[in-house]
């Protein structure tokens, strides 16, 4: 499995962060790179190569004003964005783009959900499609939990949408934090690897403020983490794993040794966050690992 960091484009100097640390790749949001100028285009290109690393997947694909569904669609608007905005982006190469994009696909009151889903299909497949093909990515259709949208709230309204535009383009986003909030039973997960229908995975707490996962979390989280892991790896999973995650729930003193450049105590939090998140994922993948054992899975 292949790890990454969601990271805004403009925290540039993270990217040093993420390499030292040992992630493979990074993701940042797409929608913000659309309207960024030229320098903070430039400065994030720059970051990327002057640390080898590259930005394999983007999250955020429409922004909120971008409306998706309902009658106020601007299918013109959609087809606009979509070309200016992987066009100025192409020399990024990511290969994964997760579609979440809640506001943009948020369905107006009264409108009828049938219809909404059918928008968002003919977005897919008039729109999303013909640039995945142009400039070579995956979309990766992600499930919101209803307390943040109002559609495609589980793995199964994404797996019917996936098989409804069946297309080898179009796949699933397992997002654990939206996965435990909706009460998905976790063989899911297992099932959609088998169907080869999971093509990027997102991690963070959910039941603590989406915090990073880390080895010192609740019971609870440490059976949720290990149940996931065991289903991607049975399933045959070997793709991306990004933490979106808020940092907070652990503390820079758990880790003392920084590099120079880390002196401030936001960047010693996100390189202590960061860093014991990776180790303990890299742990959750070990067959018999000390976690499982901790929580008898």
Not at 146 to 155: A, E, R, S
Not at 175 to 185: K, P, V
Not at 229 to 255: N, P, W
Not at 265 to 280: H, P, Q, R, T, V
């Amino acid at each position: 499995m292949r790890y990454g960091n969601c990271i805004s484009h403009k925290n540039t100097k993270y990217i040093k962060t993420l390499k030292h640390i040992g992630f493979d790749y990074v993701e940042t949001a797409l929608a913000p790179l659309y309207y960024a100028g030229q320098p903070e285009l430039s400065d994030f290109f720059d970051a990327l190569g002057e640390n080898n690393i590259k930005c394999e997947a983007v999250n955020n694909l429409f922004p909120g004003d971008v409306a998706l569904t309902g009658e106020k669609a601007d299918f013109g608007k959609v087809e606009s964005y979509v070309s200016e905005v992987f066009e100025k982006t192409k020399n990024l190469g990511f290969k994964i783009v997760v579609f979440g994009s809640g506001a943009a696909r948020r369905v107006p009151d009264g409108f009828p959900k049938e219809r909404a889903i059918g928008q968002i299909i003919g977005v897919i497949n008039h729109y999303l499609i013909p640039a995945a093909e142009k400039y070579d990515f995956t979309v990766a259709i992600e499930e919101l939990h209803k307390g943040v949208n109002n559609i495609i709230n589980t793995l199964d309204e994404a797996e019917y949408i996936a098989e409804q535009v069946n297309h080898p383009r179009v796949k699933i986003v397992a997002d654990l934090c939206h996965i435990a909030l909706e009460n998905t039973d976790i063989n899911a997960v297992k099932k959609l690897c088998g169907k080869n229908l999971i093509a990027h995975c997102h991690i963070s707490n959910p039941y603590n403020n989406y915090f990073y996962p880390h080895e010192s979390d609740s019971i609870e989280c440490l059976k949720l983490y290990g149940s996931f892991f065991c289903a991607l790896q049975s399933g045959g999973y070997g793709g991306r794993m990004s933490i979106e995650a808020v940092c907070g729930g652990l503390a820079s003193g758990a880790h003392t040794d920084f590099p120079g450049w880390v002196t401030e105590d936001g960047d010693k939090i996100f390189y202590a966050e960061s860093k014991k998140s990776l180790d303990f994922m890299k742990g959750l993948l070990k067959s018999k690992t000390n976690y499982a054992e901790r929580v008898n899975l």
